[in-house]
């Protein structure tokens, strides 16, 4: 089956469906556009909302990351079967959208003061905000967030990977179980050799 995924050549929202793709071994083709070009109007035009990423397999497709990581998390293993544990991960997942949100709002914004506020705001209040609520789910739960792996913890690692190369920072240092648990992912089958191959990410 025919699988693609398009977005631009950056990690953002993208780079978590990537790892859980390479980790559950599916061959797929990681269609990327030049982001200083974007936005292209005809693939704008032609995305159901124009927004990446879009995923597409067997002819059909599937916008929004989350809808996208989540179907895929089914294929590799990376959900539980209790449909309450499902909604828990997917609540942790909203929550670590609501984080990368106001990050989003910094790469759109095109006032140097107001990027700077933004900014601001990130590294001194939202980092640790989230992160120590995140830290401190991990640790109750043997080091993920579902008690073992599973695609929120794919979804924390992409958007904390993006965070480090929108601010030039390493914010995971900062949280010990956030830091040990990207490094685990990191180096899972599958997603140790796509990480050792892909080019260097440059914003």
Same mark, same amino acid.
């Given at each position: ?11 953002g929202?993208?780079?978590s ?13 990681d ?15 032609w ?7 879009l995923?597409?397999?067997?002819? $059909?497709?599937?916008?929004q ?12 293993n ?6 309450w544990?499902?909604?828990?991960l ?6 670590i ?10 790469i759109?914004?095109?006032?140097p003061?107001k990027?700077?506020? *933004? $900014?601001?705001e ?10 120590s ?14 008690? $073992?792996l599973s ?17 030039? *920072?390493?914010?995971? $240092?900062?949280?010990?179980?956030v830091n040990?648990l ?22």
């Amino acid at each position: 089956m025919a699988r693609k995924l398009y977005y631009v050549d950056l990690n953002g929202l993208a780079e978590s469906i990537r790892y859980i793709l390479h980790y559950s071994g599916q061959t797929f083709e990681d269609i990327q556009y030049d982001h200083t070009k974007w936005p292209i109007q005809e693939i704008k035009d032609w995305l159901p909302y124009g927004q990446f990423p879009l995923y597409e397999e067997g002819g $059909k497709t599937l916008n929004q990351s989350a809808a996208i990581g989540r179907y895929l998390s089914v294929q590799a293993n990376l959900l539980p079967e209790d449909a309450w544990e499902q909604a828990e991960l997917d609540a942790t997942v909203l929550s670590i959208h609501d984080f990368w949100s106001r990050v989003a709002v910094y790469i759109k914004e095109k006032d140097p003061d107001k990027r700077a506020a *933004i $900014k601001k705001e990130v590294l001194e209040e939202r980092i640790d905000y989230y992160f120590s609520r995140f830290e401190k789910e991990l640790k109750k739960n043997n080091g993920h967030f579902g008690k $073992k792996l599973s695609w929120a913890d794919f979804v924390l690692v992409g958007f904390v990977e993006a965070t480090n190369l929108c601010f030039d *920072i390493e914010l995971q $240092k900062q949280f010990p179980t956030v830091n040990a648990l990207i490094n685990k992912v990191q180096s899972l089958p599958g997603v140790k050799e796509y990480i050792a191959k892909r080019k260097v990410y440059r914003v």
